[in-house]
């Protein structure tokens, strides 16, 4: 059996923010009681933020957005539904791309107005790879009770009024949307509603044509007889004309083309679709509805009397108990008033009866029998995801590793003196953190970003020092005002060991030690400091945890290797301002004669 065309767990990647027609598929999905949204994700490529919030019901979800299908789909490997809502200048690269990829089993293209030199190939494409494609110039398609492409059937009273909600037992395949929404209701009127639709689009060139759609819904148990709306022009209905002949189609189908006017006109006559238009007496509308009727499809006298028509087959496939009377499902109701919330959280939850730690209970994580250490919980609170044994003892390493280093260094020395005016502990350890820099303590980032760049960029460790040198920055992570070759820094040794017997491997901490051989040979004091160390090691760790280098260059950009700086002195600059109160000590003032005066009187100007 041929795969169903959508189910209930079918997702798809939206190419385009087209926000109202995104929102019309997740009210639908809330409608019809979907537990995933049908949309996974969308491609944005000029969008700057990461996600889009929607309404669910009366709740709010986010939307991921990426910049390409390739990353869209990296992310979202489920989805194999591809919209395609770019434009026609963009919509046949955005295919073509897509198939290029693989992945995807059906691919829907609205624009209408793509070179047919174009569409013909990629039709030809995605045939050659077993891909539907819907379109171009469509609605789209709708299982109705499981997946609904963007605006096909209107607005959510209409649709739950034309019966798309849920399945029903008709297999509908029409060329315009317009009237692909009139027949789903006239359907609805006179029969028990429709099983699957498709609107293959107006263009001539068209993915999957008639008998794709039709053959498909022969195989769909849910389908119990089809209705084909063709039109004057092409001789797609001949095909179908000859697999009920030949009994590949089995099912009833009622069928009729429109554009029998036609023949009130004295030349060929182009109708709205690209496609609709007889360029010989085959292609006639009267020509194919005569021919279908020989062929034993159901064609009403006129479109008028379709109705009557759908009636019939229906109460007759009824009585012969092929099909039976359908339970109405209760469908939700989507809240009058929505309102959009102001604040996002992604990493904890206080509405319950106890409060979670991206999803874990606090009394799951905080006391010693639970197994969970502070590395845990940062890394829960951090980055939303609980780290191995060696990554959360590296965390935790590095908060006591830094936690303090003597009342002498730059942030120490502020918060000690801050106390000393009368401040609280709370200004008082503020005034040490905001010493916290690109010089002090916060070089973290720097060092992660430029050594990363130097290293993926494939610049010999001398190249990279030139490059720095170039771009006039002194290296983040290199020289300390008192360590040196000759006075290592112990707390690097410790990182460096840990690391070495811990990690997976090092590759960015290798290459800065590289570095760190040519500058020292210039300077012994320009070694790889502390803060060069947790800067290469952090990302020798992401890469390790199968980080990616986007997720990583957030977490530079961010500011997440300072904060590990950041927390851990935070423990010795309230040491230091506790040992202050503690002493009782007075109000700090500097001594005149470590300052070196050089005063003038202002010029008068
Ligand atoms: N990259 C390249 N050259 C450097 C670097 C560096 N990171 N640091 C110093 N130099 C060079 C200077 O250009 C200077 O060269 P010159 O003698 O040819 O003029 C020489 O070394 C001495 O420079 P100073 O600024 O006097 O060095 P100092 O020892 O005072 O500075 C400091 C120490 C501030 C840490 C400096 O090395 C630096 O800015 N490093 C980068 C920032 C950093 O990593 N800070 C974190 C330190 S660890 C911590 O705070 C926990
Ligand atoms: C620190 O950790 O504070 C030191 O490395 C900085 C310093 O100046 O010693």
Redesign the pocket.
């Known amino acids: 059996m041929s795969q169903l065309l959508f189910t209930k767990d079918t997702q798809a990647i939206f190419w385009n923010n087209n926000a109202s027609a995104i929102q019309r598929m997740l009210d639908y999905d809330f409608v019809i009681g979907r537990k995933t949204p049908s949309v996974a994700a969308i491609v944005a490529p000029t969008a700057d933020s990461k996600f889009q919030k929607f309404f669910w019901g009366g709740d709010e979800i986010m939307i991921n957005l990426y910049k390409t299908t390739a990353e869209a789909k990296k992310a979202h490997p489920n989805a194999d539904v591809l919209l395609n809502f770019a434009s026609f200048r963009t919509a046949y690269d955005v295919t073509m791309e897509a198939l290029d990829l693989g992945g995807f089993r059906v691919m829907m293209i609205t624009a209408e107005g793509i070179p047919e030199r174009l569409a013909r190939k990629m039709n030809a494409t995605a045939n050659a790879q077993g891909v539907t494609v819907i379109g171009p110039a469509t609605v789209g398609a709708i299982t109705p009770g499981a997946f609904k492409i963007a605006n096909i059937g209107g607005t959510i009273e209409n649709i739950v009024s034309s019966k798309l909600h849920r399945a029903g037992s008709c297999g509908l395949v029409t060329r315009s949307g317009g009237l692909f929404n009139e027949l789903s209701n006239i359907i609805a009127i006179n029969a028990d509603g429709i099983a699957e639709g498709v609107a293959i689009g107006g263009d001539r060139f068209v993915g999957s044509v008639f008998i794709d759609n039709l053959l498909r819904m022969q195989d769909n148990p849910q389908v119990k007889y089809m209705l084909l709306l063709g039109e004057v022009g092409g001789i797609e209905e001949y095909k179908v004309i000859d697999a009920v002949k030949s009994g590949k189609i089995t099912k009833p189908i009622i069928a009729w083309c429109i554009g029998t006017i036609a023949k009130h006109y004295s030349s060929g006559v182009q109708f709205g679709h690209a496609g609709a238009s007889a360029n010989a007496e085959r292609e006639t509308a009267d020509a194919k509805n005569k021919a279908m009727a020989e062929a034993g499809i159901y064609v009403p006298e006129s479109f008028n009397d379709l109705p009557n028509k759908i009636a019939d087959v229906y109460n007759k496939l009824k009585s012969e108990g092929v099909i039976t009377e359908i339970a109405e499902p209760e469908i939700k109701t989507l809240p009058q008033a929505r309102k959009s919330k102001n604040f996002i959280c992604t990493i904890s939850d206080d509405r319950g009866d106890e409060a979670t730690y991206a999803g874990y209970p606090i009394s799951s994580v905080a006391t010693p029998e639970t197994g969970f250490s502070i590395g845990d919980v940062m890394s829960l609170l951090w980055f939303k995801k609980r780290y191995p044994k060696w990554a959360t003892n590296f965390i935790e390493t590095v908060v006591k590793t830094v936690a303090d280093h003597g009342p002498a260094v730059s942030g120490a020395h502020n918060a000690r003196v801050t106390a000393r005016a009368g401040k609280d502990v709370i200004s008082s350890v503020v005034s040490g953190l905001l010493t916290i820099g690109?010089?002090?303590?916060g070089?973290i980032d720097g060092?992660a970003k430029h050594f990363k760049y130097g290293y993926d960029n494939g610049l010999s460790p001398a190249e990279f020092i030139n490059h720095m040198k170039k771009e006039g920055i002194?290296?983040?992570?290199?020289?300390?005002?008192i360590k040196s070759l000759r006075n290592p820094d112990l707390r690097v040794s410790g990182l460096k060991k840990y690391a070495n017997e811990s990690f997976p491997s090092t590759p960015l901490l290798d290459y800065a030690l590289e570095v760190e051989q040519l500058?020292t040979s210039k300077?012994d004091?320009?070694i790889l400091?502390?803060?060069?160390t947790i800067g290469v090691l952090m990302v020798d760790m992401w890469r390790a945890l199968d980080y990616n280098d986007d997720e990583i260059d957030v977490f530079i950009e961010a500011g997440a290797l300072n904060a590990f700086f950041v927390l851990g002195r935070c423990i010795g600059f309230i040491g230091h301002v506790l040992d202050e109160k503690r002493l009782a000590m007075p109000m700090y003032r500097h001594p005149f004669d470590d300052i070196l005066y050089d005063v003038h009187k202002a010029e008068d100007l």
Do not use: C, E, Q, Y
């Open positions: 690109p010089r002090f303590g070089a060092a002194p290296i983040p992570g290199i020289g300390h005002r500058t300077k004091n320009l400091n502390v803060d060069g």
